[in-house]
């Protein structure tokens, strides 16, 4: 149900939670990345045992994901009612 | 002793379902819960390899297969069927827990079955079933909704019945084993398993139907019917080289759907396609540890959807929302609900502990073992990617959007113990993954938890966690919008009616212009025949009986001259 605004409730956090948990993320990343000079996985493939390739796989993936989903909504995307308002 | 074709838990199941709407409250619940647990327990004490048959007509049927691919579908199903009761325990509808044990027991009798006839039979009855969950919520666009799954569910269940008229003329054998695609008839049951199994283009009644269900009604839906067609697959198709490709399709297009969706359980519904395609991929290299990874994946992927799905449909009953748009900031009001959503994330995403990453990582090791690179890393980007559309977004939008414009409390208790009995679950597979080894068709010799794995997967799910973020703070990302994306039902929701209005529009122009046409021609033949015909026309003149007797002569005569 709808209320009034109501400031106990959930709001947009402050720029520097924002910023801080920002930097977790960051420094959580980085910590991922210290362990793969030391343990050398063992892959079916030569490719998969360079360090850092899954760090790498993800990031591209993620950001080539986004790209993609930001051009197809271009081309499907349609009103609330289109199917609605059929023939 | 029973007789042969009642001793089957399936049928226990759908027995129950049958009996429930005229059972007082208390019972009907007791019967809700009870049935999936005597299932269970019965499944589980019937010795492996074990077959029942019955002959009809002059065929054997074969009721009841125990081997191993069954039975670690049949418990999941019993398991799925339990929390789905408890979670609707707070329902006083008659018709929902009967259409949903029926549903389950129809799915469990169909994964018992031993022969193409009883499989089929079973397959109908999901379909009706099922459909009986969409009607029941009683609203005009889940009825228009329901009508379209059935359409689709039916056509599966003809082309099933199709090959395998022609597999059981060709070969005289009924039984459900191995197919292949040159089997008689087995691209028809293919097809019939694709439409099920949600194939690309052939997917988007499921993404069409569950969102529409009622809130307990997805949580059933979303166990049975997709994974059913799964273990067909693993059955009938295990090692068919086409499917690795169709299943890679699987795993990445759908995410972008899942990325635009604004309605939640939609989103849900499309990364449920993408989990399927990492089983079809394991159906389609078929090696043991394959099959063994399809087997765990569906079953972690039934617990960790399901509690996707309550936890959603939980927000869903407490707000009337359900639109990533409206929501957002509920995780103050339900703490709990947003605690599950998140495990159930976890677990999706494939974080290690969590139940996703231990059925994962066996379909990745299967694939790596064949030498599969391509399809290796679209398997990985595709298990990077689940975190982007829908381990950070399902509850960053339901629990964690700012929004301080709804109000409400935490679901009803039975609703919390479902979601919380899932969510151990899906914690307990992840812990001790030997627990859910120890149910797969295949004997299992496999670790996930090495140190090089744990470090992979981590690293997978920070820099994609870091994608999201960069792309977020950069405003690319793209925001829930109210508005339609469209999909393959497009084709059957506006070409083909439009297609149909054009034919419409054609057929009274042309029956204008031709009826006019035929309309003259007609009168002009009638005047025609009149001119000969009528009061004064030459056939009608009356002729004296001499003229006739002479023109008779004459053409005897004629005959005569000619034969000679």
Not at chain 2, 254 to 266: E, F, G, K, S, V
Not at chain 2, 298 to 312: E, G, Q, R, S, W
């Amino acid at each position: 149900m709808l209320i009034e605004r109501n400031p106990q409730k959930f709001r947009r956090p402050s720029t520097t939670a924002r910023r801080r948990w920002a930097w977790v993320l960051y420094i959580v990343c980085a910590l991922t990345l210290v362990p793969s000079l030391f343990i050398h996985p063992h892959s079916e493939f030569g490719f998969a045992e360079i360090p850092g390739f899954h760090a790498l796989l993800a990031f591209v993936t993620g950001c080539v994901l986004v790209l993609v989903a930001i051009v197809v909504r271009r081309i499907i995307i349609r009103p609330e009612d289109y199917y609605e308002h059929r023939t | 002793m029973l007789p042969v074709w009642l001793n089957n838990p399936g049928l226990l199941l759908i027995l129950a379902g049958c009996v429930i709407p005229i059972l007082p409250y208390r019972l009907r619940m007791a019967v809700l819960l009870g049935a999936p647990i005597a299932g269970l327990a019965w499944l589980w004490q019937i010795p492996l390899g074990t077959t029942t048959q019955i002959s009809l007509l002059e065929y054997t049927l074969t009721p009841l297969r125990v081997d191993g691919l069954a039975f670690t579908f049949g418990v999941i199903f019993n398991v799925a069927a339990f929390l789905s009761g408890l979670y609707m325990w707070h329902t006083h509808s008659r018709l929902e827990p009967a259409a949903a044990l029926i549903y389950a027991g129809s799915a469990l009798g169909a994964v018992l079955a031993g022969d193409l006839i009883t499989l089929f039979m079973f397959w109908e009855v999901t379909a009706i079933a099922s459909a009986l969950l969409l009607v029941i919520r009683g609203l005009r666009d889940a009825m228009i909704v329901a009508r379209r799954y059935l359409l689709v569910q039916i056509a599966s269940g003809l082309f099933l019945m199709g090959g395998a008229a022609i597999y059981i003329h060709a070969t005289g054998d009924l039984a459900f084993g191995h197919l292949g695609l040159d089997a008689p008839g087995s691209w028809l049951i293919l097809l019939a398993f694709g439409i099920k199994a949600a194939f690309p283009l052939l997917h988007n009644w499921l993404q069409d139907a569950y969102p529409s269900a009622s809130a307990t009604g997805t949580v059933v839906l979303s166990a049975f019917t997709t994974k059913m067609a799964i273990y067909a697959l693993a059955r009938g198709y295990a090692g068919t080289d086409l499917l690795v490709p169709i299943g890679a399709v699987m795993t990445i297009f759908p995410i972008i759907y899942a990325m635009l969706a604004n309605d939640l359980r939609r989103v849900l519904s499309y990364s449920l396609n993408v989990q399927l395609g990492f089983m079809v991929v394991a159906v389609g290299i078929g090696t043991e540890l394959a099959i063994n990874g399809a087997a765990a994946h569906a079953v972690t992927h039934i617990l960790y959807k399901a509690l996707l799905f309550m936890t959603i449909g939980a927000v869903l009953r407490q707000t009337g929302h359900v639109r990533a748009t409206e929501l957002g900031g509920l995780a103050r009001q339900m703490p709990w609900t947003a605690a599950f959503c998140v495990i159930g994330a976890a677990s999706i995403s494939a974080f290690p502990l969590m139940a996703g990453f231990v059925s994962k990582s066996l379909i990745l090791a299967a694939v790596a073992h064949e030498h599969w690179a391509g399809i290796w890393v679209t398997l990985s980007a595709a298990s990077a990617g689940a975190l982007l559309y829908v381990g950070i977004k399902i509850p960053y939008f339901a629990f964690f959007a700012p929004n301080d414009q709804i109000e409400c409390e935490e679901p009803p208790r039975n609703m919390q113990i479902a979601m919380g009995l899932t969510a151990a679950a899906c914690i307990l597979l992840g812990l001790v993954p030997s627990l859910l080894y120890s149910i797969l068709p295949y004997p299992v010799d496999y670790n996930p938890y090495t140190a090089s794995h744990i470090v992979t997967q981590l690293q997978l799910l920070a820099f994609s966690a870091l994608a999201f973020w960069l792309a977020w703070r950069a405003g690319l990302y793209p925001r829930p919008k109210r508005a339609v994306h469209l999909d393959t039902d497009w084709v059957y929701r506006m070409l083909l009616p439009r297609f149909g209005y054009v034919a419409e529009r054609l057929y009274h122009a042309s029956l204008n212009k031709l009826g006019g046409g035929l309309g003259s021609l007609a009168q002009t033949g009638m005047a025609r025949l009149r001119l000969r015909y009528d009061a004064r026309g030459v056939m009608s003149r009356t002729w004296s009986t001499g003229w006739m007797v002479l023109w008779v002569a004459i053409l005897l005569v004629v005959y005569l001259v000619m034969y000679y």
